[in-house]
């Protein structure tokens, strides 16, 4: 528990000292010259746990994110990885996730590119009353491809980039006559803090709030349905201007939970 409780500390430590510095790098923005890109979004969302014991489970995941409701691309992600059970309100996640992102917006890559991650995740629930709250803390370790034309080939060079991500979820049970119900209201929000040499100023990534309504039906899965807002930061400048792209739209998840220890 103390090595856990430092860790935390260590954690909101540096996650505060970025927010604040992302704060400041934001406001100085703000005296600049911005290029806002709007979009609209669809996101569809597979998540799986796969309980081998009590203490660790296989964790599988699926995103297909498209822009213009469902008829262009923007993104699809994958990502895998082991989650070990230090105690029922703490869980560690180490693993791989893989995203290739497309060209679209007002202010699109020249070529859809690839990203390779390596990621470390912390969750630790703390209710309250009847709500359910939970803090999610990740590292990741980011190799991001950048496509170009070499005598008329596509090539791909990668850079080397490390985030940090924090995510405050809250989810509020309905009931009917004192009695809860399978229906519940979620409200989340997740920052994103770029780091390294290979940042330059593009220190605040992306923002992403999420409000959707969850069912759920029986103990093996739940959906989750409502509105999302991305605020992304583009890491390249155009003109020397910052790129901001406003992406709201529809979010529907499934999440799966299979025990297959006891069989």
Not at 182 to 200: H, M, P, T, V, Y
Request: aromatic residues 14%.
């Amino acid at each position: 528990n103390s090595c856990l409780t430092l860790l935390f500390l260590l954690m909101s430590k540096k996650i505060l000292s970025l927010l604040i510095l992302s704060f400041f790098c934001f406001q100085s923005f703000s005296q600049e010259t911005r290029l806002n890109d709007n979009n609209s979004i669809a996101w569809l969302a597979y998540t799986g746990g796969i309980k081998l014991n009590q203490k660790i489970s296989i964790h599988t995941e699926y995103q297909w994110r498209r822009t213009d409701g469902f008829k262009n691309w923007q993104q699809a992600l994958y990502r895998t990885g082991v989650n070990y059970s230090l105690r029922k309100d703490v869980n560690i996640i180490v693993g791989y996730a893989f995203a290739q992102t497309f060209t679209y917006g007002d202010y699109p890559a020249a070529f859809a590119f690839p990203e390779h991650r390596i990621f470390q995740q912390v969750l630790i629930k703390n209710p309250i009353g009847k709500v359910d709250v939970s803090h999610r803390f990740m590292l990741e370790q980011r190799f991001v491809g950048r496509v170009f034309l070499e005598n008329g080939n596509k090539k791909t060079d990668y850079s080397y980039l490390n985030r940090m991500r924090y995510r405050a979820k809250v989810e509020i049970p309905f009931q009917k006559n004192k009695l809860a119900t399978n229906w519940s209201l979620i409200l989340q929000d997740e920052i994103f803090i770029g780091w390294g040499k290979n940042i330059g100023a593009n220190i605040f990534d992306q923002n992403r709030i999420g409000i959707m309504l969850g069912y759920k039906p029986n103990s093996t899965l739940k959906l989750e349905a409502g509105y999302i807002n991305q605020t992304l930061q583009q890491g390249r400048r155009i003109n020397n201007n910052p790129v901001f792209q406003h992406n709201n739209g529809f979010l529907l998840a499934a999440n799966f939970n299979f025990d297959v220890s006891k069989k």
